[in-house]
Structures are given as C-alpha cells and as structure tokens.
C-alpha cells in the first residue's frame, strides 16, 4: 500500500514570512503523495478587526455569524489558500487549492446548538471526505491544498476546524493509503515547559496523555489538538508527530502513540 503524509500548518507559520518560507522548502521536499491542510486564525481575526467585525471567541472556538463567515471565506479560501498554492506552484510543487465545497471534498454538518450557538461552523467525520476524488489528484501527482472552510451541500459554507479536517482525512484515506498525520506549529512539539522549547515530550502514549491532563501539564489549546490526534490513532491512522515546521523533515517532535 502506497504512503500519504496529511499534513497540517498552523496559522503562526503562515503570518510569519521566514517561517512560511522555510516551510515551503520544507513541505515541497517531502517525497510521494501529500495533502496540506491550514486554517489562517490570526489573520482572519486581523482582517475582520480591519472591517469592524470583532472576533468572538469561545472556549478556543471563533464563533461564526454571517460577517464572521464571509470575512474567513475571503481569507482562508481566498487570500491564504491563493498564496500557499502560487508558492507551491514556484517550488515546482503542482498543487490545487480547495475548499469542502470544491468537488464535494468535504461535506460537513452545522453545529447543533447546545449550551453554545457557534453560528456557521461544520462539524465532520471520516464519512465527510470524497477520498476518491482526493486519490483521483494524488494520482495525477497534483498536491491537494485544503483550508477550513466546508459545505452541507444545501448551498451553505461553513468554518471548520483545520486540525478536524487533518485529522478526518488521514482517517478517510486510510482505506486507500498507510496515512501519517503531521501537525505543524511553531513550537517544537508538546512542551512540558511552554516557555522552554527544549522540554518536548518525544512520545506521548495514551494514558500519558490522560495523566498530563489531569496535572495540567498538558491545558489550553494544545488539547483539542491532542483529542483529535488520538480520535485518528483510534481510527488507526499509522504515525502521527506534532512539531516545528522547520522539523517537517527531521524526526524532532512530539509522536502519539495508543
């Protein structure tokens, strides 16, 4: 069976030039079939202050109204996903940019309203990804280059957690390739110590996973990420490392394991 590396990049790479620069080196070295996915957070955040539109934020959650929604379609569709692509594009890197609503590449639901009303945020599982049409390109050695933003296939776009994305299309595709999942940031792995980049944790397992929690070594928004790392190792998705972009192509980081 063939290898798929899906592999995510965190907005703070994407804002920061030398950053975005180096990881484009990086990324376009990266051998076989590969599918990028990002999100753009702090720069939509930006634009939407520039437009008046103040970023409501919950429990790390960017709720999305109506302006919130158009605002982040313009930048991580428009603005971010355009420039990833022509960068690839210079790299001889022959990459397609995409939304959920491309091709039916990832069709999601919207958010049941429970304790909170999140507006227009998609919710996904494996199920959501059209994995063939994603074979269809692998195959054609053309890059795929995915942001946050879904559809429910009923005309309406909705804002989508990257890392969710990550994950549920290295689980989708598992049927048809060995998928490894990699989550690029801009810290060199799980921190033990956030101010100290050299307390990476080499592995997590688990259960490590679950005590780090409790002591609160491991909080904020390093858990959604994790949760959704274990769903895809539960899923069985072969390897996934969290690390520095600059890493992507080193073995320093963070590996989960069950």
Not at 154 to 175: E, S, V
Not at 193 to 209: A, C, L, R, T, V
Request: hydrophobic fraction near 40%; charged fraction near 20%.
């Amino acid at each position: 069976m063939k290898s798929l590396k899906v592999i995510k990049v965190g907005g703070n790479v994407i804002d920061n030039e030398q950053n975005l620069s180096n990881f484009i080196d990086n990324f376009v070295q990266v051998k076989g079939p590969k599918i990028l996915v990002h999100g753009g957070g702090k720069k939509a955040s930006a634009m939407s202050r520039q437009m008046g539109v103040a970023p409501k934020m919950l429990q790390g959650r960017r709720v999305t109204d109506q302006e919130t929604l158009e605002i982040v379609t313009m930048v991580y569709a428009g603005l971010i996903n355009k420039n990833l692509v022509a960068r690839l594009q210079s790299k001889q890197c022959n990459a397609l940019g995409l939304t959920g609503a491309d091709g039916n590449t990832i069709q999601a639901v919207k958010r049941p309203v429970k304790a909170v009303d999140y507006g227009f945020v998609g919710d996904l599982d494996h199920q959501s990804v059209n994995s063939q049409l994603l074979d269809t390109l692998l195959n054609d050695n053309i890059c795929p280059v995915i942001c946050a933003i879904t559809h429910d296939k009923k005309g309406q776009l909705l804002n989508t957690n990257a890392d969710t994305i990550a994950t549920n299309l290295a689980i989708a595709m598992q049927n048809l390739y060995e998928t490894s999942l990699i989550f690029c940031f801009e810290k060199s792995g799980v921190l033990r110590d956030p101010e100290d980049e050299k307390s990476y944790f080499p592995n997590i397992s688990w259960q490590q996973y679950q005590q780090y929690k409790s002591e609160q070594i491991i909080k904020d928004g390093m858990i959604p990420k994790l949760d959704n790392a274990f769903e895809a190792i539960g899923a069985g998705v072969a390897s996934i490392v969290i690390k520095h972009a600059r890493n992507l192509n080193n073995d320093i980081g963070t590996t989960l394991y069950k």
